[in-house]
């Protein structure tokens, strides 16, 4: 769904294009793959990806199709980032992804939708992938004062039964199945969703009042940092931000729930979004500033792309490669450069620029 959001933004920054390859079953998406034969493309490698948090260079993407024979944009990472989607307001998500219509359950006013996640993860394949201590769902109950429903996968586990016994009042209902649990949560009006991307895409679409966010595992940037899924704008939720935790065997969970179980705290959105590690979201800037000739001279790399593809070629090169190794920044004339533009000097201090190439790609090649 992430990848599938993604594609249609950039489709509508585009202007142009269809889409392929998406599979999503519980709401009837079934876009098959395209035979586009022996042709060449734009390719957001999921190794790119992962290093951008996520995000995509849509700008720099539309300057490279504009400006290449570019026959198709594969988007090969998760693209797991809040700035590849569509906001909340600005696109009609239940036309796109419609609630069951035989379906009007879900946690009401006065419940507490707490979502738990079983099934693999509980035998510890992915570090990132934590259960959260039962002390910080009772910390939430406290503080809503609303009733629990513990809603998930309830595999019979030692995690499960602290849940039960330390929550002897609340009410357990097990998976209905994926497209109903996807329903249950998003119909919901007060979430806490789990450490997962179900969890988040569900209680993200909801109409929800509130959802507790734990900023742990693999929804904390500064734990698992191929993604970025924080809504800092979004009035909806209040995040808790925890310390990196990883996960062991759920026989084992007490050895890493333990040391954490009171360790999180209640972040302002304006706080959090100036600690997370930052990503550098430029790479636009930095792709329509490139100096394609001069790139290829002062790179092998891009001198044999640049014979395979052309031009084309060394944009991958430069998306997958020198962007982030910081091996190619065009030469400029810091003097010229300067004197073109008074403000330009007092910008180069204020500390917002790495150099001047920095400040040219980001506001000097704008300027005409």
Known sequence: MMMYISSLKLKKKLGFGSISNISIPIFNIDLPEIDIGNVAGIHDYMNTNNKQSGFIPMDGIKYICENTDSNFVSLEGNSQNIKNFFSID????????????????????????INIRGGEILSGIHPDYCLIPPEFYEYIINISGKKPIFYGQLDESPYLKELIERFPDAEFINSRGVKEDFDFIRRSKHIVPCLSTFSWMASWLSHAEKIY??????????????????????????????????????????????????????????????????????????????????YVNNNKGAEIAYNSFRELGVYNHYMSHGFFHDNYKKKINIGEYINKNKNFSLELISGEYEDVYDHYVKVGQYIK
């Open 90 to 113: 600005e696109f009609d998500y239940e036309n796109e992804f419609p609630f069951m219509k035989d379906n009007n359950c879900g946690g009401g006013d006065d419940d507490l939708v």
């Open 213 to 294: 966010f734990p900023v742990a595992g693999v929804l904390n940037p500064f734990q698992h940092r191929s993604s970025m899924l924080l809504p800092f704008n979004d009035k909806r939720y209040q995040f808790f931000l925890f310390p990196i935790y990883t996960s062991l065997h759920v026989d084992n969970y007490k050895k890493y729930i333990d040391p954490i179980r009171n360790s999180w705290r209640h972040i302002s959105h304006k706080n959090l979004e100036m600690i997370i590690p930052k990503i550098k979201e430029e790479i636009s800037d930095y792709i329509i500033g490139l100096d394609i000739f001069d």
